[in-house]
């Protein structure tokens, strides 16, 4: 059973070391965590830390003032060894002191190994599936209406106004949920960045952006592209 470490960096339990608990862990402030915080702002059940598919998973229990990584508020989410957990007024660290330190080498090693970087070149094919162009062919012509609300249904399938958006893969193991909301998350925080200094002419019809910032959606276009070709040709991922 896989176990995991976890050290208390912030809030009234600062300096407590939560050390080889075995997986699942729950985490909260009631007595029945595994890791139980003294935070009044840390939910009763606040978050879950499983292992899934050769990955730690940390999903979110609906807690009330949620789960953060790094800095961003996750729902569910991979983690590596030096990440940091934000709960309540709780930050957490996670890993051993040698899981840290081996992950921090691995990372020097691999950016000495790869100066200037081909990360796009050797995006690994995690999904396999089978091309959906034909199929939702429709969806491309798509106008998105910002007037128009995203709603959902009880099956999870997500409108815009009247039509329905393409769907999201069904019963995903929590290692397939977590890699999926991470790469959703990188294009929508840089699709924010690229946008946010955004201006718009008096009379509204126009906006105007920067070329650093149209030429931060076209590389987000890039390496979306390389995302679609990876997972409906697997085998050519690499072309």
Same mark, same amino acid.
């Given at each position: 059973?896989?176990?995991?470490?976890?050290?208390?960096?912030?809030?009234?339990?600062?300096?407590?070391?939560?050390?080889?608990?075995?997986?699942?862990?729950?985490?909260?402030?009631?007595?029945?965590?595994?890791?139980?915080?003294?935070?009044?702002?840390? *939910?009763?059940?606040?978050?879950?830390?499983?292992?899934?598919?050769?990955? !730690?998973?940390?999903?979110?229990?609906?807690?009330?003032?949620?789960?953060?990584?790094?800095?961003?508020?996750? #729902?569910?989410?991979?983690?590596?060894?030096?990440?940091?957990?934000?709960?309540?007024?709780?930050?957490?660290?996670?890993? *051993?002191?040698?899981?840290?330190?081996? @992950?921090?080498?691995?990372?020097?090693?691999? *950016?000495?190994?790869?100066?200037?970087?081909?990360?796009?070149? *050797?995006?690994?094919?995690? !999904?396999?599936?089978?091309?959906?162009?034909?199929?939702?062919?429709?969806?491309?012509?798509?106008?998105?209406?910002?007037?128009?609300?995203?709603?959902?249904?009880?099956?999870?399938?997500?409108?815009?106004?009247?039509?329905?958006?393409?769907?999201?893969?069904?019963?995903?193991?929590?290692?397939?949920?977590?890699?999926?909301?991470?790469?959703?998350?990188?294009?929508? @925080?840089?699709?924010?960045?690229?946008?946010?200094?955004?201006?718009?002419?008096?009379?509204?019809?126009? !906006?105007?952006?920067?070329?650093?910032?149209?030429?931060?959606?076209?590389?987000? #276009?890039?390496?979306?592209?390389?995302?679609?070709?990876? !997972?409906?040709?697997?085998?050519?991922?690499?072309?």
């Amino acid at each position: 059973m896989p176990l995991v470490t976890f050290r208390v960096l912030e809030g009234i339990d600062k300096g407590r070391v939560f050390r080889d608990l075995p997986t699942p862990v729950t985490v909260g402030r009631e007595e029945g965590n595994m890791l139980r915080l003294n935070d009044e702002r840390v *939910s009763r059940f606040h978050a879950k830390v499983q292992y899934d598919n050769n990955e !730690v998973i940390l999903t979110d229990l609906e807690s009330t003032n949620g789960t953060r990584v790094n800095g961003n508020v996750v #729902q569910i989410r991979r983690l590596r060894p030096g990440d940091r957990i934000g709960l309540g007024r709780s930050l957490l660290l996670f890993g *051993s002191e040698q899981e840290i330190r081996d @992950r921090a080498e691995a990372l020097e090693s691999l *950016s000495t190994a790869s100066p200037g970087g081909a990360a796009v070149n *050797s995006l690994p094919a995690t !999904v396999h599936a089978h091309t959906l162009a034909a199929q939702f062919d429709h969806d491309q012509h798509l106008e998105l209406n910002p007037r128009e609300k995203v709603t959902q249904t009880d099956d999870g399938t997500l409108f815009l106004g009247s039509r329905p958006l393409p769907p999201l893969p069904q019963k995903m193991t929590p290692s397939q949920a977590a890699r999926l909301a991470e790469l959703l998350d990188f294009l929508h @925080r840089h699709l924010t960045h690229a946008t946010e200094n955004m201006q718009a002419e008096e009379n509204a019809t126009q !906006v105007t952006l920067t070329f650093g910032d149209w030429q931060r959606i076209l590389a987000l #276009q890039m390496v979306l592209a390389r995302y679609v070709r990876a !997972v409906a040709e697997p085998e050519a991922a690499d072309e």
